[in-house]
């Protein structure tokens, strides 16, 4: 089992910035792929970005690319995503989700992660 627990949300104008945090507790973290979803009600759940294990690939959705950065410390067991350059439609819950290593579903698809995290509200005022 791993638990996960996000922090960092919150309200931003337009063009500012937050950095999400995911903190995992239980298994070994190093051992876990991890990807960042958002949600909006009504809407199915949504790519964010990806880390692989060891930190050396990075995955991000278009709608996302050159904005946000994901990162991780294996050493303190969390993940992060800086949010930069946010837009309106940004506003979303942001969810962490950990996935045992395998090459199949892609790091994209949601079915691929074994593990979520409760989720946190970002909201972007125009």
């Known amino acids: 089992q791993v638990q996960l627990v996000e922090s960092g949300g919150g309200l931003v104008q337009a063009g500012g910035s937050l950095r999400l945090s995911c903190a995992a507790s239980?298994?070994?973290?190093?051992?876990?792929?991890m990807g960042w979803f958002r949600q909006i009600p009504g809407k199915e759940r949504e790519f964010v970005a990806a880390i692989t294990w060891s930190g050396g690939s990075t995955y991000y959705a278009d709608s996302v690319k050159g904005r946000f950065t994901i990162s991780r410390d294996n050493a303190k067991n969390t993940v992060y995503l800086q949010m930069n350059g946010l837009k309106p439609e940004d506003t979303a819950v942001y969810y962490c989700?950990?996935?045992?290593?395998?090459?199949?579903?892609?790091?994209?698809?949601?079915?691929?992660?074994?593990?979520w995290g409760q989720g946190t509200q970002v909201t972007v005022s125009s």
């Open positions: 239980g298994r070994t973290f190093s051992s876990f792929d």
């Open positions: 989700a950990a996935a045992i290593r395998r090459l199949l579903p892609q790091l994209s698809d949601p079915r691929r992660y074994d593990y």
